[in-house]
């Protein structure tokens, strides 16, 4: 059974810092291309940051280059969100989805799989000014 878990949200302030990880399991975790996308209150989600499969390329949406890391670690089967000075903007639910598919060159990032357990259940990072 595959499944992906999400941890580290939190209710921050403007100009915080938050880690997120996801857990993969039940799944070559190190042959698929991960991202983290989030979904703001009563908007569509979008992709925040994706990274290949040996980590060698990422994506970045525009608004959190500079400020947010994607990395994983292959051998703990886990992928990671760092994010630093964040914004009101940067408020949502983020969640981490596996066998995404990365433009060439990390020119783009978009949610591939409809398979089960390849999406996560969300965590929430509420971000008061």
């Known amino acids: 059974q595959v499944q992906v878990v999400e941890s580290g949200g939190g209710s921050v302030q403007a100009g915080e810092s938050l880690r997120l990880s996801c857990t993969a399991s039940?799944?070559?975790?190190?042959?698929?291309?991960m991202g983290w996308f989030r979904q703001a209150p009563g908007k569509d989600d979008e992709a925040v940051a994706c990274?290949?499969?040996?980590?060698?390329?990422?994506y970045y949406v525009d608004s959190v280059k500079g400020r947010f890391t994607i990395s994983r670690d292959n051998a703990k089967n886990t992928l990671y969100l760092q994010m630093n000075n964040l914004k009101p903007d940067d408020t949502g639910t983020y969640y981490c989805?596996?066998?995404?598919?990365?433009?060439?060159?990390?020119?783009?990032?978009?949610?591939?799989?409809?398979?089960?357990?390849?999406w996560g259940q969300g965590t929430q990072v509420p971000v008061s000014s």
């Open positions: 989805a596996a066998d995404v598919g990365l433009g060439a060159g990390g020119s783009s990032c978009s949610r591939t799989s409809q398979k089960a357990g390849y």
């Open positions: 039940g799944l070559r975790f190190d042959v698929y291309h």
């Open positions: 990274i290949t499969w040996l980590g060698r390329t990422t």
